[in-house]
């Protein structure tokens, strides 16, 4: 028998527990009809935690997010827990913490757009059906982590803020080969996106780029593009692209363009890989974009679809279950087409559910699906 598939659950705040309880259903499913086993534990992290340990994340929840193949992660955060005076007690802090210690460098932001959600885009039908494109973002290097940085105060009574953009050669290689990886598995195709024409750490990616291109992706194809431009040509033909790699601080811009082109926060996944070990596999984190939206908490309103298309990202990437990962997405656009909106996506003349209700129908499509 192979060895269960481990899965820490951190729900963590306010629609965490409630979009999570959704993927446990899921998983319950796949238990009973696929014969896929998971060994779920679960934690507190954000909010909740500080609530229960004084610090948004202990050292025990860090070590089994360590151990396992793969941790899910709801939202964190909430007026109660929002303490300007100590940066550490924030919820954000232990997700931050996460990151940091799993080593996540690669962050993968799908836009995805639904047929059946095509209207709640604010551009063009025309221009966004059938989008599908993946944005992987350097998560820990760059200008947000660069040396030296700070604030400080000039002879003549100005003051200078300094933030330094930094990248090595292995910082590029291990996230370029993420997305060259990822190509191989969708259209092939890989556009780099920075500003070598003004910066020179833009200068060493597109260099970095190139060469690993060479010497072991030459079978994928591989554009260069100034991010500025990339800016403009995501909304100008978003399609032309399939994989885009790009920094942290860029990264940060473009995926979120890329999301809104989508229409919905309810509806984006994303995943944070890290280094593969000796037998392929990476550490992983798998979350929806969103937050924990404090003001429908608890009210069985949330979208639980970001989240469980975030599982669907965990079943093809930490655990190999592509058919799995496929038939989740799908039962996802059946239920959407079949006209099932939580309130954020509703439309006019669409049937509209809670939280739970969208959840019961997504199991009702996957048991069509598998049957
Ligand atoms: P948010 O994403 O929580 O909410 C923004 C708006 O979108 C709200 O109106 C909310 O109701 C709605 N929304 C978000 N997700 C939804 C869903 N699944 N279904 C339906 N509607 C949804 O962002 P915010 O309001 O800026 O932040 C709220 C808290 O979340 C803050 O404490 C913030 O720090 C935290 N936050 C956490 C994360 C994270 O855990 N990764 C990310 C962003 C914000």
Redesign the pocket.
Known sequence: MPANKKLLFLP?D??GPE?MRQVRRVIDWMDRKRKVTFDVTEGLV?GAAIDAHGTPLTDATLADALAVDAVM?G?????KW?NPTDYMKR??AG?LRLRKELGLFANLRPATVFDALVDASTLKPEIIKGLDIMIVRELTGGVYFGEPRGIEELPNGERRGVNTQVYTTSEIRRVASVAFELARKRSNKVHSMEKANVMESGLLWRQEVTKLHQEQYSDVTLEHMYADNGAMQLLKNPKQFDVIVTDNLFGDILSDEAAMMTGS??MLPSASLGAADANGNRKALY??V???????AGKD????C?TLLSFAMALRYSFNLDDDAKMLEKAVQNVLGGGMR???IMAPGMARCSTTVMGDSILRELDKLSS
């Open positions: 963590g306010g629609i979009v954000g992660l939202a964190v955060g909430g007026p929002d919820p954000e997700l926060l309810g979350e929806p969103h937050g924990s939206a404090p003001d429908i309103l949330a979208n639980p970001a939580t309130a954020d």
